[in-house]
């Protein structure tokens, strides 16, 4: 009998959807699972067909988080800092990585849906990071990019209180970039992955090296970073500007 994979990969028209697949769990993080994710993303990152990915969960939310009973029984993983590199590897993919979050998005599943570039929450979704009721402290990111996203202050009233905050708060804050009425997620997600591989690919890989490189740095080094590293025009510039003067001609 063969195993139910536990991420599941569905491409599109220039798109892929990765979909965490542990709903009678609520899609709770396991190194099995991790082990898939990691491998789904050294996968993507030679696959010059998919343009963006966007990352899910399936059932019922995102992601409960970190599997509390695997904390509890200790865990075989690879390395002290595997979780966190594989995070990194799936945040440096050359093309944009979305997260679409419905229902629970706690701790360990923030810290994934952080790892994207983006976040877009339906009006179901719920965000929190738990680590201090449990007693215990970030190891897959929180502490470094939770207040890249929202502000140092935002970041340790989370942190602190533990508290669970709606999908309007999370827009309010910056952790989610917009809401939709669940019922219309699928949709948005086809429309904004449609959006962005109609755009260049070139242009995508290159944006995202320029903003990681200079990310809160000064400014004056910032600007200088982009004239000197920037990474010129894209193979398929003259092509695209052809397309759009022959519509206008």
Same mark, same amino acid.
Not at 121 to 133: I, N, Q, W
Not at 175 to 187: C, F, K, Q, S, T
């Given at each position: 009998?063969?195993?139910?994979?536990?991420?599941?990969?569905?491409?599109?028209?220039?798109?892929?959807?990765?979909?965490?697949?542990?709903?009678?769990?609520?899609?709770?993080?396991?190194?099995?699972?991790?082990?898939?994710?990691?491998?789904?993303?050294?996968?993507?990152?030679?696959?010059?067909?998919?343009?963006?990915?966007?990352?899910?969960?399936?059932?019922?939310?995102?992601?409960?988080?970190?599997?509390?009973?695997?904390?509890?029984?200790?865990?075989?993983?690879?390395?002290?800092?595997?979780?966190?590199?594989?995070?990194?590897?799936?945040?440096?993919?050359?093309?944009?990585?979305?997260?679409?979050?419905?229902?629970?998005?706690?701790?360990? @599943?923030? !810290?994934?849906?952080?790892?994207?570039?983006? +976040?877009? #929450?339906?009006?179901? *979704?719920?965000?929190?990071?738990? $680590? &201090?009721?449990?007693?215990?402290?970030?190891?897959?990111?929180?502490?470094?990019?939770?207040?890249?996203?929202?502000?140092?202050?935002?970041?340790?009233?989370?942190?602190?209180?533990?508290?669970?905050?709606?999908?309007?708060?999370?827009?309010?804050?910056?952790?989610?970039?917009?809401?939709?009425? @669940?019922? !219309?997620?699928?949709?948005?997600?086809?429309? +904004?992955? #449609?959006?962005?591989? *109609?755009?260049?690919?070139?242009? $995508? &890989?290159?944006?995202?090296?320029?903003?990681?490189?200079?990310?809160?740095?000064?400014?004056?080094?910032?600007?200088?970073?982009?004239?000197?590293?920037?990474?010129?025009?894209?193979?398929?510039?003259?092509?695209?500007?052809?397309?759009?003067?022959?519509?206008?001609?």
């Amino acid at each position: 009998m063969m195993t139910e994979p536990l991420i599941l990969r569905e491409d599109r028209a220039g798109w892929t959807i990765l979909t965490l697949n542990r709903p009678d769990k609520l899609n709770a993080l396991t190194v099995p699972l991790f082990r898939e994710l990691r491998a789904h993303v050294v996968a993507l990152a030679s696959d010059d067909a998919i343009g963006c990915v966007v990352l899910r969960g399936a059932g019922k939310c995102f992601s409960a988080g970190h599997d509390l009973g695997d904390i509890a029984s200790g865990e075989d993983v690879p390395s002290r800092g595997w979780h966190s590199e594989t995070l990194r590897m799936m945040e440096r993919l050359r093309k944009p990585v979305i997260a679409a979050v419905h229902g629970h998005c706690y701790t360990g @599943a923030l !810290e994934v849906a952080l790892a994207c570039d983006f +976040i877009i #929450a339906a009006d179901s *979704a719920r965000f929190g990071d738990t $680590h &201090a009721k449990w007693a215990l402290t970030p190891i897959w990111g929180m502490s470094q990019r939770l207040p890249r996203r929202v502000g140092t202050a935002t970041a340790k009233r989370l942190m602190f209180t533990a508290d669970m905050i709606d999908a309007a708060e999370a827009v309010r804050i910056g952790l989610a970039e917009y809401m939709v009425p @669940a019922a !219309e997620l699928d949709a948005e997600i086809e429309r +904004i992955a #449609a959006r962005i591989v *109609a755009n260049s690919a070139f242009s $995508h &890989a290159a944006n995202k090296r320029l903003l990681e490189a200079t990310d809160g740095g000064a400014l004056d080094a910032g600007l200088q970073w982009e004239v000197m590293e920037n990474e010129g025009v894209g193979p398929d510039m003259r092509d695209r500007i052809a397309a759009f003067t022959g519509k206008r001609g």
